[in-house]
């Protein structure tokens, strides 16, 4: 069990460890913090987006275990010694990933709210499922609601990436 | 959204979890997967003083066969048993109805055992697992107990878990069983609960029906079992027009109420249909 920690006013905070894109943070929380709220004010991760903050549109999507959840229903103490990665940790060595690329120039980002979340959740299903049909990739971005881009030039990214196409054919 | 505070236990064993419920009480909510949980401290519903949480209990997460069983751990997630190999073998209408619920997002986080126990008429994996006969292993600092996961719920959105027990698993018997399946109709194909849905499973010895459990989720204030319409059916010879009749009396069984999510007409209506493709699905295809 992390470590607790009583403050002088009684307040009770907990040390854990974020692993959170192939580096561990140390950081002293309370047993209510959730692990959005964590994520953006202590690590100053602000590419994790809150949007309803009750699982219902995904914007607050992270990979914890390499799986996506929604992190506004995680508290970041239930999160302590698991590997996380945010969209911060997607990009290598300051290399947009595939999927990023493709998006882009497939005109797949609007106003760019919920990008994080259907970046990620595109990354979980492609290394699940190099070669996802159409319906696989619908499914698989289902809990991230977009409200600007009508999906299609989304799914068309993703189908693209898998296929190892990053411009788009004719428009 | 503001989450009231609470102090955090996170014990090691199912025996610790137990002895820390029994020492708190009713001041004590169990943690699972959090999707209900969290939803309701941050919607004001819910502000326990104590959570307990299940996250290192690793053994509760299993699915398993066993002679004469499957087991499956109450830890196990909605997407755990949506890709088991073995319940996709021998249940694949239980996967099936894991894969009817929410989002990726939520199926990674939700557990069956929260599912089951938050009790409420909507949930997705109980009719399919009552059709099967499944029953459920409570544990407590007194001891355990198993019963028939039908006679679980109750009243309205009530269950009989005491306090102090842990949901720990859920065993699905070997069926006499040659079918089964669970068909829900929902307002969008993701993330949405049912408006109304139904499980059935049937026995099948050449054209005659020998025995069939029909479990209506959304239908009543309770997962329902509708034994009237399973009657109606057993020893008689399949055809269209007695399916239609079981759907008739499984609708005029229900007792659905109006809400957002759809008129209790219209889902009686629902129900009667569903019911009828639902024993027509698991008297074709098996456990589908
Ligand atoms: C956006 C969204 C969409 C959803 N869609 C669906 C849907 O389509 N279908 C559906 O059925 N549900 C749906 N749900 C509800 C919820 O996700 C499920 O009921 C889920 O299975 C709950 O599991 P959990 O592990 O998250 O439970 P928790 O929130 O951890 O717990 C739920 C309840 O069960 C108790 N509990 C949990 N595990 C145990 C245990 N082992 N022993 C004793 N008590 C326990 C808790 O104390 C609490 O009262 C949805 C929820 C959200 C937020
Ligand atoms: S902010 Fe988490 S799902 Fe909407
Ligand atoms: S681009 Fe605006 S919500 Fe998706």
């Known amino acids: ?171 | 959204m503001y989450v009231p505070d609470f102090e955090y236990h996170a014990p090691k064993s199912v025996a610790e979890a137990c002895a820390i419920l029994a020492e708190l009480g009713d001041r004590a909510t169990v943690l699972a997967g959090g999707t209900d949980v969290l939803h309701k401290m941050k919607v004001g519903k819910l502000a326990p003083e104590h959570l307990v949480s299940l996250k290192h209990l690793d053994e509760l997460r299993e699915i398993r066969e066993e002679p004469g069983r499957v087991v499956i751990g109450a830890l196990a997630s909605h997407n755990q048993i949506y890709n088991s190999r073995l319940l996709q073998r021998r249940y694949l209408s239980l996967s099936m109805a894991a894969h009817t619920m929410a989002s990726n997002q939520i199926c990674n986080l939700g557990t069956v055992g929260g599912n089951i126990v938050n009790g409420v008429p909507s949930a997705d994996l109980p009719p399919i697992l009552i059709a099967l006969n499944a029953s459920i292993r409570l544990t407590s600092a007194e001891g355990e107990r198993t019963m028939p996961l039908e006679d679980f719920f109750h009243g309205s959105a009530q269950t009989r878990i005491k306090q102090g027990e842990i949901l720990t698993e859920i065993v699905i018997p070997d069926q006499a069983t040659t079918g089964s399946t669970y068909l829900k109709f929902g307002l969008r194909r993701s993330g949405a609960l049912a408006v109304a849905a139904a499980a059935v499973s049937v026995q099948v010895a050449g054209d005659t029906l020998h025995g069939v459990r029909i479990v209506l989720a959304s239908a009543a204030p309770t997962v329902l079992r509708v034994t009237g319409a399973e009657r109606s059916l057993v020893g008689r010879r399949i055809d269209d027009d007695l399916l239609a009749e079981a759907g008739y009396l499984a609708a005029k069984a229900s007792s659905p109420r109006d809400s957002i999510r759809g008129s209790a007409e219209y889902r009686r209506n629902l129900v009667e249909v569903l019911t009828k493709r639902a024993l027509r699905k698991a008297i074709d295809e098996g456990h589908a």
């Not at chain 1, 971005?141 to 299609?152: A, F, K, P």
Request: net charge negative.
């Open chain 1, 1 to 171: 069990m992390a470590q607790a920690i009583t403050d002088k006013d009684g307040v009770k905070r907990y040390l854990i460890t974020l692993n959170v894109n192939g580096d561990a943070h140390t950081v002293l929380v309370k047993g209510n913090a959730i692990l959005t709220n964590v994520l953006r004010e202590q690590l100053d991760l602000t590419g994790t987006k809150k949007g309803c903050e009750l699982g219902d549109c995904g914007s607050c999507t992270v990979l914890l275990d390499g799986k996506p959840v929604d992190s506004c229903l995680v508290l970041a103490i239930e999160a302590d010694g698991r590997e996380i990665t945010t969209i911060e940790g997607v990009a290598e060595n300051g290399r947009l990933d595939a999927i990023q690329e493709s998006m882009i120039n497939h005109a797949a980002v609007q106003c760019g709210y919920c990008t994080p979340g259907m970046v990620l959740s595109a990354k979980a299903l492609l290394t699940r499922n190099p070669n996802p049909s159409e319906q696989e990739v619908r499914e698989a971005i289902s809990g991230n609601l977009c409200r600007c881009t009508g999906y299609v030039h989304i799914v068309e990214a993703v189908l693209a990436t898998a296929q190892g196409r990053l411009t788009p054919d004719d428009h």
